[in-house]
């Protein structure tokens, strides 16, 4: 990329921006990536695949993740209630670059001593 090609544009009018601002959050990847592996997963489940994450902060990264359309909320009319998470067609279109960048990931990191 040349520096010309920086200077014509900002930073947050790109799709880099987009992607980043539908993934930043401590939680949002490894709930997307627990979804991939899972595809339906209920509240609690998804508690404890990612372990320490408090009640409130997964309820608030679930309802960004919906709001933005990576997934699909699907509540049943039980008591008590019952709620389950899918990935949505464009929460699916994001996996191929989760699982790229475990790849690099994996290809460099320090091995553990």
Same mark, same amino acid.
């Given at each position: 990329m040349s520096i010309e090609c920086i200077a014509d544009h900002r930073l947050e009018d790109t799709g880099f921006n987009y992607t980043m601002s539908l993934i930043q959050g /401590?939680? /949002?990847?490894f709930i997307?990536? @627990?979804l991939s592996c899972y595809e339906v997963v209920r509240? %609690? *489940?998804m508690k404890r695949? #990612?372990?320490?994450? =408090?009640? &409130? @902060?997964? =309820? %608030?990264t679930l309802k960004a993740l919906e709001a933005d359309g990576?997934?699909?909320? &699907? *509540?049943?009319a039980q008591i008590p209630p019952k709620v389950e998470y899918r990935l949505s067609e464009k929460g699916k279109s994001l996996i191929p #670059?989760?699982?790229q960048m475990c790849d690099w990931g994996e290809a460099?990191? *320090?091995p553990k001593a």
């Open positions: /401590k939680y /949002k990847m997307l990536y @627990t509240f %609690n *489940e695949y #990612i372990g320490d994450v =408090s009640f &409130k @902060t997964l =309820s %608030n990576l997934i699909i909320r &699907k *509540e049943y #670059i989760l699982d460099h990191r *320090e």
